[in-house]
C-alpha cells in the first residue's frame, strides 16, 4: 500500500520523463491486480479499432468518469459509458494512492486506461491529445512483463530513446513530455511472475475535461 503523500526522487528521467523503479513492492503489485480484476468483471475488455479500422493489438478497458475508445466511424475520444452501456468502475483506491504521491499538486484524475498486453501485442508511436487540459500530467504504472517503452519528442520521426519498464515501475508524462510521441516496441513474455500465463498490464491515469 502507498501512503498518500509518500515521496521519492525519481530513479532516472528518460525523454523528459521522470521513472520511480518498483515504486511499490510484489504484495502491492499483488493487491492492484486484485482490484483490476474487479474491473475488467465490470468493464470487460475490447480490442478498439483504429481510425483505419483495424483493431488494436492491446485489450482496453477504463475505470473512473471516463473511458478511452475508438472505432473506425469516430476515431480516438473518451466516452462517459463502456460500449455495452455498463457505467464504467471507480478508479480503485490503491491506484489512485499512486497519483497522489508522485503528482500531489494534480487535479485528481478521472480516467484510468487499463491495457491488457498478451503475447505479441504491441503500441505503435503515438501522441496522447485526446484531453483538454496539458497541464495536467499523466501517470502510467506497469504490472506484470516487462514491456519495452520508447519515447521521443513532440516531432514524428525525431529521434528516440527506449527503455525496459517492469512491474510496479511508475512513470510521469508531464510539462514537454506531455505531448512526447510515445509506445511500446515488445514485451518480455514470461519475464514477470505476477499475471497466471504472463502478460503485461499497463494502468494510465489521466485529468480528460
Ligand atoms: C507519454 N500506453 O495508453 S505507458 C497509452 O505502456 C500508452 O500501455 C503505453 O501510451 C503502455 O496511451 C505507454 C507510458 C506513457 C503513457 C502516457 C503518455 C507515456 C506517455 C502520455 C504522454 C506522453
Ligand atoms: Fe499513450
Redesign the pocket.
Given at each position: 500500500m502507498i501512503a498518500k503523500g509518500q515521496t521519492r526522487a525519481p530513479d532516472f528521467v528518460v525523454?523528459g520523463?521522470p521513472v520511480w523503479k518498483a515504486f511499490f513492492d510484489a504484495a502491492a503489485q499483488a493487491e492492484m491486480v486484485e482490484a483490476l480484476r474487479r474491473v475488467v468483471a465490470a468493464a470487460p475488455l475490447f480490442s478498439p479499432e483504429t481510425r483505419w479500422g483495424k483493431p488494436m493489438s492491446?485489450g482496453?478497458t477504463s475505470a473512473g468518469r471516463y473511458g478511452?475508445y475508438s472505432d473506425r466511424s469516430k476515431g480516438y475520444r473518451y466516452i462517459d459509458r463502456h460500449p455495452s452501456g455498463a457505467p464504467w468502475p471507480p478508479i480503485p483506491d490503491p491506484v489512485l494512492a499512486v497519483w497522489h504521491a508522485v503528482a500531489p499538486d494534480a487535479r485528481a484524475p478521472d480516467c484510468c486506461?487499463v491495457?491488457v498486453?498478451r503475447a505479441g501485442a504491441k503500441?505503435g508511436l503515438?501522441?496522447?491529445r485526446d484531453e483538454a487540459d496539458f497541464s495536467q500530467p499523466?501517470?502510467?504504472i506497469?504490472l506484470g512483463d516487462e514491456?519495452l517503452?520508447r519515447?521521443g519528442g513532440t516531432l514524428r520521426g525525431g529521434p528516440t530513446q527506449s527503455v525496459w519498464?517492469a512491474s510496479g515501475d511508475v512513470?510521469a508524462?508531464r510539462e514537454e513530455?506531455?505531448?512526447?510521441?510515445?509506445?511500446?516496441d515488445r514485451i518480455r513474455h514470461g519475464s514477470s511472475a505476477l499475471l497466471k500465463g504472463g502478460g503485461?498490464i499497463?494502468l494510465?491515469l489521466?485529468v480528460v475535461d
Open positions: 525523454g520523463a492491446v482496453m478511452w486506461l491495457n498486453y503500441m503515438h501522441q496522447d499523466v501517470i502510467s506497469s514491456g517503452f519515447i519498464l512513470l508524462l513530455a506531455r505531448l512526447a510521441f510515445h509506445g511500446i503485461r499497463n494510465t489521466r
